[in-house]
């Protein structure tokens, strides 16, 4: 992912959630073999035997890696000048029963909130210092909208949604998303029950159960990135 994508993320983070949140991605295809070793060595020892164990595809443990790489790097950048920086490799990511990844080091959990997405070839991690219920989610904006996307509305919401545009259906989509990821369980094919319940240009709520998220989604040429974290 170029240096403007970045620059355009981490800038649209700060003006929409304050100082307290950073983005990092790559693009899986054409990595530099530098890139590739440096996340190599940037895995704890135990993240090293979950490497070696992953019987996933080849994209999908990719995916994986950059991500651990991603989501540490954030970790480091949120430090700033903050003392002495922990190496990469001393940066754990966990996941508790329901996946939600988490951050620690010697064991201890650490305060700054992790989100992960990808898609096929794109990979984002982003830390909150602002808040634990975080959640991110990137698509690429030309997806081609498929049959899935009926299925992802209730009978409500594609009656509030039957003017938008593939574009604004599929910010629906990520809204729903990152609020879930926000909460902690994700969708699990519990579409319906994450329902967009507001829907304008500047955000999203998102109601599940009693609950309510608020999603704010940046726009680029070839992206939609939503975050849900108050
Ligand atoms: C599981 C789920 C959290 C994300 O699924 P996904 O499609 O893999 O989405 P993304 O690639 O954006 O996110 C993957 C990341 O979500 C994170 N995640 C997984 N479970 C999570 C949870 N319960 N809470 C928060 N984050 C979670 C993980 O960190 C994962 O990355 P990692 O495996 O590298 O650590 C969930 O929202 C879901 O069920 N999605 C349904 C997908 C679907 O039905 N698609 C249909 C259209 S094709």
Redesign the pocket.
């Known amino acids: 992912m170029s240096e403007s994508f970045h620059k355009t993320l981490n800038n649209w983070l700060k003006d929409q959630f304050g100082t307290g949140l950073h983005a990092r991605g790559f693009a899986i295809q054409n990595l530099p073999e530098d890139t590739k070793a440096k996340a190599l060595q940037s895995l704890s020892p135990q993240e090293q035997t979950q490497w070696q164990d992953f019987s996933d595809l080849h994209k999908r443990r990719e ?2 890696l950059l ?1 651990r790489l991603a989501a540490k790097i954030c970790y480091t950048d949120s430090l700033q000048d903050q003392g002495t920086r922990p190496s990469l490799s001393q940066i754990e ?1 966990i ?1 508790n029963q ?4 988490f951050l620690q080091i010697n064991k201890k959990p650490l305060a700054t909130a992790l ?5 096929d070839e794109y990979v984002v991690a982003a830390t909150s210092q602002n808040t634990n219920k975080f ?1 991110i ?2 698509e690429i904006k030309t997806r081609p909208i ?1 049959d ?1 996307i009926g299925r ?1 509305f209730s009978r409500k919401e594609s009656q509030m949604l039957k003017d938008c545009s593939p574009t604004q259906l599929l910010r629906c989509w990520t809204a729903k ?1 990152a609020a ?2 926000a ?7 519990r ?1 319906h029950a994450w329902q967009v319940a507001e829907f304008d240009s500047d955000q999203i709520i998102i109601k599940f159960e009693d609950h309510e998220f608020k999603v704010r989604t940046l726009e680029t040429e070839a992206f939609l990135f939503s975050v849900c974290g108050e």
């Open positions: 995916q994986w991500a990511i996941k329901s996946g939600k990844p989100s992960i997405t990808h898609t959640g989610d990137l498929g899935w992802a998303e879930s990821k909460f902690g369980t994700g969708l699990h094919g579409w």
